[in-house]
């Protein structure tokens, strides 16, 4: 298939687009290399698949209405992948408009491509996030999720809707994935096990919210890559038992459905530094500190329906998922 992903630099698009480089798929990648963290990271992601025969490297801001629409009717992907978004939570309370522009009038413009060009399935990225204020665990896509505790929530949520809306009104079939707290080796310099690597290595202290007691559904970048591909390769259909007196929020009499990513076992915040103490071999200075604002306690996947529908349930524990990362960064940063 022609596969066109948004975010190709990314974390999560740049391993995507290896996965489907290697099984003989064609890859169309978007990104706009944003400075948001290390652009040279980004590059060097980038240039994994740069040189691959079957990888087309397209530079495009989302919310540039005639490149994106350009892009899709020059190269008109059987599939498309939405991965680019604007990320964080806390910097959603410093720099609201770029959530809005990237995440919702960049997305719209992705709905458009889809909609005018004959995709035959749009996958995209939403966040554990979206959860807010719930506090019923495990976390479910037949949950109500109208309490949003940050403007990034929002605007994943606001991608969900519009999502269904382009499913309802054009019959484009779409899936939604909540990601969870997502690590490994390519990572993010803005997330925790980044930052904390960084600092425990330099033997500067490291910010712990919440007094480590948050817990984290973390899951490992191989084992969202694996959802996002089974997702992507099952074509989403109405529910014939949807029923509008008693709407269920994870799927719709149109081709939509949610599915949570999550790796199912919370680790206490604290563990997880742990563990990655034990894989530096040196301890780390905690600066305690209250739970942010935007923060949520706890995240917690019910996979159910992931594993109903594609037969997959992450499963690298955080053991072996920061052994990697570490790995990875001393070998990348030659540390």
């Known amino acids: ?18 996965r489907l480089l290697e099984r003989g798929d064609e890859v169309v990648g978007i990104d706009n290399l944003n400075d948001y963290y290390d652009v040279s990271l980004k590059q060097a992601r980038l240039a994994r698949t740069a040189e691959h025969p079957r990888f087309t490297d397209l530079r495009i801001d989302l919310e540039d209405r005639a490149a994106v629409a350009e892009a899709f009717a020059s190269h008109r992907p059987d599939r498309v992948v939405n991965l680019a978004a604007q990320a964080g939570v806390r910097y959603s309370l410093e720099n609201p408009h770029a959530y809005v522009d990237t995440n919702v009038v960049g997305f719209v ?13 749009l996958v995209y990225a939403s966040s554990s996030s979206v959860y807010g204020a719930n506090t019923r665990m495990p976390f479910s896509v037949h949950d109500n999720v109208d309490h949003p505790v940050s ?13 269904h809306t382009y499913s309802h009104l054009y019959r484009l079939p779409v899936t939604g994935l909540r990601f969870f707290t997502v690590y490994g080796p390519w990572g993010r310099p803005d997330m925790a096990l980044f930052k904390f690597t960084r600092n425990i290595l330099e033997g500067k202290p490291i910010d712990v919210f919440n007094y480590g007691r948050h817990r984290r559904d973390f899951t490992y970048i191989d084992d969202i890559v694996e959802g996002v591909i089974r997702t992507l390769d099952r074509i989403p259909e109405p529910n014939p038992e949807w029923n509008g007196d008693a709407p269920d929020p994870g799927s719709s009499n149109a081709p939509y459905r949610l599915y949570n990513i999550g790796n199912n076992q919370p680790v206490e915040l604290m563990h997880y530094i742990e563990v990655l103490e034990d894989c530096l071999g040196r301890k780390a200075e905690k600066n305690l500190l ?7 306690p706890d995240t917690y996947a019910n996979v159910e329906d992931l594993v109903r529908d594609v037969g997959y349930k992450p499963a ?8 990697n990362f570490v790995d990875w960064y001393r070998d990348f940063y030659k540390v």
């Open 109 to 121: 413009n992705v709905l458009e491509g889809c909609r005018h060009n004959g995709v035959e399935h």
């Open 290 to 296: 209250p739970l942010q604002p935007g923060d949520v």
């Open 151 to 163: 403007l990034y929530a929002a605007t994943k949520k606001a991608n969900e809707l519009m999502a």
């Open 316 to 323: 690298t524990p955080v053991e072996e998922g920061v052994r």
């Open 1 to 18: 298939m022609k596969i066109l992903i948004t975010g190709a630099a990314g974390f999560i698009g740049s391993a995507l687009a290896l």
